[in-house]
């Protein structure tokens, strides 16, 4: 390719995976490489860069086929530990969403609600090869006369079960603080009133897309680590907003793209999948995710030496703007200013409380970089990158 | 101050003496009462929080155990599953003594527990449910 000094291809790459010459890098580990080294030479030395992030995201959920019964049942309805699935799907196929709380919780009736268990809680529980209560109704049909089943289940019953997450990996996401008298629940967690305590959540530096902010190497079919297990990007997620205002070095400044991620539910692992509850707020899923950079070239090594220093978000009132839809922030802060845990809004001093894992985020990155250096993991080169406009 | 909450298992012949009356008249203390019961064949059980200076508190319990009173401890604690705990950080929201505090750089979640005032708000803010509310030594009925 013309303009670069340093052109590698992703055939070259996996062959360096597969005769054990290849270099790898977490995203952390390059910040420092690019400093001493300077692009050009650290694109040359690196071949992968490793990022993770370990967050609730509430956009998941796993497509389940839960083999026909005798007589066989066309399942309307369909229930794993009383929380419902969505069985509108093939007879026997269904989809169990994240966020959806077990029938019969209280919600927020006693304010604020505990959430104890939903989809996300499902999900970890049949990854943990834990056994599962399920519920199917039907209304009966020549070929499917049967109206009720009821099994136990675990994951190795289950013919497919497929992890398949609409928005996952957020490019940037708010800081939030609550501006009200009061506090409140939100799924950035607890926020004092005036002002208490501000909450974000993403891995910073470690963060994928923040590694890849214009997506040169992340489309259908690049390779991720997902859930503890093997997974694939498969179309940009939900909400995907690559025309966000950015600053110079393409970080954006608000929520910006984000992944459709998918993979065998089967061979993943409740370490790295676990069931959320956010009180007041609902049930979730935290989901660990890594995504590998190929070192292309010497501009995308560019992009994986971002630092928390060179990362903004906004700052939003969860109080009163963001419920009303008010379009307006407290201001920009950086990602090294909110891991240290302390920023100012409206000059006021503000303790900062992460909600993503950073440890985990970091441990991710270092699997990750492990799997590739063992040869047991190869860059999927993707179909189509995601869109940037 | 020192104070506690102690569970008193009455012996069925010491139940009609004013004992706890006199961890005020001789030891200063002070007490509340918590929860009190007499059983059937005449064996009691009372739970109250004692307060006063640490030595005093001391001689008391002393004072109690010499009348034939079984003194236990009833009072809770916090504990953290880590097994459970992502170390997101969520915590540090709502404990108010510093007891859940995130180490930097690195940002692991640490939990002191000598800090913690068992206040129980990290219970329910805690999005995996690692943090437990537990009595410190012995169970209740134990």
Same mark, same amino acid.
């Given at each position: 390719m013309a303009g670069y000094r340093v052109n590698k291809t992703y055939a070259e790459i996996n062959e360096k995976i597969r005769s054990g010459q290849v270099v790898v890098a977490t995203a952390e580990e390059i910040i420092d490489i690019v400093d001493e080294k300077g692009a050009e030479e650290a694109a040359r030395t690196v071949d992968v860069v490793t990022t993770g992030t370990f967050s609730p995201m509430c956009s998941s959920g796993a497509f389940f086929n839960f083999k026909q019964s005798v007589p066989a049942i066309k399942a309307s309805n369909v229930w794993f530990n009383n929380v419902p699935a969505y069985g509108a799907l093939a007879a026997v196929d269904c989809f169990l969403g994240a966020t959806e709380p077990c029938e019969e919780d209280p919600l927020n009736k006693v304010w604020p609600g505990e959430f104890n268990y939903g989809g996300g809680h499902v999900i970890q529980d049949l990854v943990a090869g834990r056994t599962v209560h399920m519920r199917a109704t039907g209304y009966g049909t020549s070929c499917y006369p049967k109206r009720e089943e009821e099994r136990e289940i675990s994951i190795d019953d289950l013919p497919q079960a497929i992890l398949c997450n609409p928005r996952n990996g957020y490019q940037n996401y708010n800081c939030a603080i609550n501006l009200t008298n009061k506090t409140i629940y939100t799924y950035l967690g607890t926020l004092k009133p005036k002002g208490g305590n501000a909450n974000y959540s993403t891995a910073g530096q470690l963060s994928p897309l923040f590694n890849d902010p214009y997506y040169k190497t992340i489309g259908l079919g690049t390779r991720i680590f997902l859930g503890g297990g093997i997974g694939y990007v498969t179309w940009h997620g939900t909400q995907h907003k690559p025309t966000a205002q950015r600053s110079k070095n393409g970080i954006p400044m608000s929520p910006a793209g984000t992944m459709w991620v998918m993979g065998d539910l089967k061979q993943m692992s409740p370490d790295w999948l676990v069931g959320i509850s956010m009180q007041g707020y609902g049930v979730s899923l935290a989901v660990g995710l890594g995504v590998p950079i190929p070192i292309l070239n010497e501009e995308i090594v560019r992009y994986t030496a971002v630092a928390d220093e060179d990362i903004h978000c906004q700052v939003v009132d969860y109080g009163n703007d963001y419920p009303n839809g008010v379009d307006r922030n407290y201001g920009y802060v950086s990602y090294a200013a909110l891991k240290s845990g302390m920023i100012h809004v409206n000059g006021k001093e503000v303790p900062t409380v992460p909600v993503s894992s950073v440890v985990k985020a970091r441990?991710?990155?270092?699997?990750?970089?492990?799997?590739?250096?063992? +040869?047991?993991?190869?860059? +999927?080169?993707?179909?189509?990158?995601l869109p940037v406009s | 101050?020192?104070?506690?909450? @102690? *569970? @008193?298992?009455?012996?069925?012949? #010491? *139940?009609?003496k004013p004992v706890v009356c006199y961890l005020t008249k001789y030891y200063d203390l002070s007490f509340n009462i918590l929860k009190a019961t007499i059983f059937p064949r005449k064996e009691g059980i009372m739970v109250l929080e004692l307060s006063g200076s640490k030595k005093n508190f001391k001689n008391g319990v002393q004072y109690l155990k010499n009348q034939g009173v079984v003194v236990k401890n009833a009072s809770q604690e916090v504990t953290r599953d880590n097994s459970k705990c992502i170390h997101c950080g969520a915590c540090t929201a709502v404990c108010p003594t510093g007891a859940l505090s995130i180490k930097r750089p690195e940002m692991w979640v640490a939990f002191d527990q000598k800090k &913690?005032? *068992? /206040? #129980? @708000? &990290? *219970? $329910?803010? /805690?999005?995996? $449910?690692a943090m437990k509310i537990q009595p410190s030594s012995e169970t209740f009925f134990e």
């Open positions: 441990e991710i990155a270092m699997r990750l970089k492990k799997w590739i250096e063992n +040869g047991e993991f190869f860059i +999927g080169e993707p179909q189509f990158t | 101050m020192y104070s506690k909450i @102690l *569970v @008193l298992q009455f012996p069925s012949g #010491e *139940v009609k &913690c005032s *068992v /206040c #129980e @708000l &990290c *219970v $329910r803010a /805690c999005p995996t $449910r």
